[in-house]
């Protein structure tokens, strides 16, 4: 049975991982299409062992689609993304662009997978990456005692701010290494040894990415009252983000019901053992890999009935690419095509 996937934005940090996710997870499409700007158009793409050619995006490059995979940005997402519903691509879109649209879903297959069935728009949406890996620690904790409040604070890589971060990360660590000043063109400030703060400013003096997280938590655990304090810092890793979590329970949760919890929780591996210098999730090991890594996890000091936790995971892949990929996968098992 014919299934044809489309990727768009497939030349960006986000676009190639998504190709990188469906050839990995062999997914069953039967033709996968590259589209991107024109500028782009031409270029070849490594996929499958072989290649495939990039394609400027038109509505024309959606005939035929089963599954639209967006990264192209808010702005692209809003102008092509009706384009390629109407065709009868389902788009899964990863910018910011429909989250809080009531008449679409914002779906992470762990936590809230059934939403995904109800899409009058023809689109779902990707939660921000932040969002994605603590819903995912937190689902089976709030199934179990409702949560009230969650203080989050973010540890995030440069690479969720795209490839020219990355690369100016790369560039800065030789010259301040080279004892010269750092070159700043992408960030607020040089960004190798020191942190930063690089997100748009929103109401009430919090930024952009920290109401997102208040937002789409709210949304994707379907309770409006939900307490999210959040903290959002941009720090010198390459990819993987990290979060230091506080939830708040309705009735008291302990840290040894919190770890039965996690320990069997989809899309979690939980690291249990005592605490030790470096015997925690770290970045630099959970780069590249799927699952929502959880440790630390320990009973409040202040607070009874309350945890503390530490979570890791890739940003390119659970918080992008790979949580888009399982929402096609998902709906390839319960709808089947037209």
């Known amino acids: 049975m014919s299934c044809v996937v489309a ?56 005939e035929g689609v089963r599954f639209a995979l967006f990264s192209a940005g808010a702005a692209a997402s809003r102008e092509i993304g009706p384009v390629a519903a109407s065709k009868g691509a389902v788009v899964i879109d990863n910018s910011s662009a429909w989250r809080m649209d009531p008449e679409v879903p914002l779906v992470v297959p762990e936590v809230n ?47 969720g ?13 030789t010259e301040v290494g080279a004892g010269k000043g750092a070159t700043v063109k992408v960030f607020p400030g040089q960004i190798v ?40 810092v941009r720090v010198p890793v390459i990819t993987s983000h990290s979060e230091s979590v506080h939830v708040q329970f309705a009735r008291p949760m302990f840290a040894e019901e919190a770890k039965r919890l996690l320990e069997h929780a989809p899309g979690v591996v939980l690291v249990s053992s005592a605490y030790a210098p470096g015997n925690h999730p770290q970045p630099i090991h959970v780069a590249g890999t799927d699952a929502v890594y959880v440790g630390r996890v320990r009973n409040d000091l202040a607070v009874k009935g309350a945890i503390n936790m530490w979570i890791v995971a890739d940003n390119l892949r659970k918080g992008a690419a790979l949580n888009a990929v399982q929402i096609a996968e998902e709906l390839l098992k319960t709808e089947p095509a037209a």
Not at 28 to 56: D, H, K, M, N, Y
Not at 138 to 159: C, E
Not at 194 to 221: A, C, F, Q
Request: charged residues 20%; proline residues 7%; contains cysteine.
């Open 7 to 62: 990727v768009v934005g497939a030349t960006g940090v986000v676009g190639r991982e998504m190709l990188r996710t469906l050839e990995q997870r062999n997914f069953p499409a039967t033709e996968v299409r590259a589209l991107a700007s024109p500028r782009s158009a031409g270029r070849r793409i490594p996929f499958r062992g072989g290649e495939i050619e990039v394609q400027p995006v038109s509505p024309e490059a959606f």
């Open 193 to 232: 040894g020191n942190l930063l703060m690089d997100w748009k400013p929103g109401p009430d003096d919090y930024s952009e990415e920290e109401l997102k997280m208040v937002n789409e938590t709210r949304k994707i655990m379907g309770d409006a009252n939900m307490g999210v304090s959040p903290t959002t």
């Open 113 to 159: 997978m059934a939403a995904a069935k109800h899409r009058p728009r023809g689109i779902i949406a990707n939660p921000n990456c932040s969002t994605i890996q603590m819903v995912v620690a937190l689902k089976p904790l709030h199934d179990a005692a409702k949560i009230t409040h969650v203080v989050v604070s973010t540890y995030q890589a440069t690479s």
């Open 161 to 173: 701010k795209g490839h020219a971060a990355m690369e100016e990360l790369i560039a800065q660590t």
